[in-house]
């Protein structure tokens, strides 16, 4: 299985996924053709045109999951890429449009799975530990599990003088409710998967492990979380 | 029907529902028996002393919703109070414990309703517009619809400087698959609603409305929104 899952596609100054040049060009070693799921923002046109020119100078061609017969498509390509936006419509497509489980089958046999925020949500066991508004109602919070624990991605270390819930108390009361780690992955990070090894990468501010009844763990840039991959969580 | 929706239940610097003391002094008016729901946190006998100690100088006998028969303290009580908290998780529980109905049905029938931040949330028709994570799944977004339009407690306008989305993007967001009102209300702002009357109340920066296809309008505390109370709201 080789999966990127990124916290975030566009870095402060930066162009459309420019800051993670350097994971997606290792990502899309042989890929030739991507699909790429367009479905959490409500534009799937300009959106997947946006991914096709960004992705255009790595040699990818890019068809949009929205076009023509999906399950085709995906049959057809080496890579499917799901993009970010709100994670409850795109979970919501996944389901309507019978793509969560071909998605993750394929993603199991080899397919390369990159996302990015909701498409990283998407790839965890549910979406309980998105930041994202629920506009809209899926038939279900169950994702395509292609790792065993959550992730948040954006995770946000406490503003000072900012009033309400920290991101930090939100995930707490995950733990509250459910017996499964959540890593916090801060802006400009991704996660590697290749079969059973997991790496942290991206800026050196990099992630924070949350798991029940423990303090939260600093996770630096470059760490090996393999062992993530062999926990199993417990969802109320 | 008399309703009292708090955008937070604790300002800077003061006690747990200080704040808004004459408001809830007048919601309480003719009140001596409450109900208060703590489901939206994890300790409910916690929650509730909180609240009991908080109402105990208005002259109010608390009984939490956890405790003994909760249909027979709705009857014998003038006023329910939903507890801010996790809105997903308050939601479960109303729907696990079949209370949820009930609560709507004294609501319209003359039992004052309170609620403040995810207890506001479920007064709406839908928690579609809540800022929680989605910790647990309840079995329907559905909620109490007291009202016919949406609210967004905690309102927060844009940060310099943050990256991620605003609270402004998620609700246009919301707007791209609903056709309802949004009322976003800045902290320290509340709803007070007796029967066809609708009114702003709390801390001057007021709310923002927030319907499709129409700038964002700035609502001052004190404005009446009885024209609110007749809209007719599409959910996708």
């Known amino acids: 299985m080789r999966l990127l899952l990124l ?12 800051h993670a040049g350097e994971a997606l060009a290792a990502a899309l070693d042989g890929v030739r053709r991507l699909v790429f799921v367009p479905f959490a923002l409500a534009d799937h046109d300009g959106y997947t ?6 992705l255009d100078s790595y040699g990818v061609h890019v068809t949009g999951a929205h076009e023509g017969d999906p399950i085709e498509s995906l049959d057809a390509a080496q890579a499917v890429f799901v993009g970010g936006g709100n994670t409850f419509r ?8 019978e793509l969560l489980a071909p998605i993750r089958h394929r993603a199991g046999r080899g397919t ?4 990015s925020s909701a498409g ?3 790839a965890c066991p549910s979406i309980r530990t998105t930041n994202d508004m629920p506009i809209v109602q899926p038939p279900s919070f169950e994702a395509a599990g292609l790792v065993p624990f959550q ?16 991101r930090e108390e939100r995930i707490e009361q995950f733990l509250e409710e459910n017996d499964v780690p959540v890593l916090a992955m801060r802006e400009g990070t991704w996660l590697t998967r290749v079969d059973s090894s997991l ?3 991206g ?8 798991r029940r009844g423990a303090a939260p763990e600093e996770i630096e840039s470059g760490a090996d979380l393999s062992p993530l991959l062999e926990i199993a969580g417990r969802y109320r």
Chains 1, 2 share one sequence.
Not at 112 to 115: P, R, T
Not at 152 to 163: A, C, R, V
Not at 203 to 210: I, Q
């Open 151 to 166: 992730i948040n991605p954006h995770y946000l270390d406490p503003i000072p003088g900012h009033m309400g819930e920290t």
């Open 49 to 54: 045109a946006q991914v096709a020119q960004a």
């Open 7 to 18: 916290s975030n596609s566009t870095a402060p100054g930066r162009r459309y996924l420019e």
């Open 199 to 201: 790496t942290l990468g």
């Open 203 to 210: 800026e050196p501010v990099g992630a924070r492990l949350f």
């Open 112 to 115: 390369v799975y990159i996302g």
């Open 120 to 122: 990283t949500n998407v």
């Open 90 to 97: 795109l979970l919501r497509e996944l389901y309507a449009r």
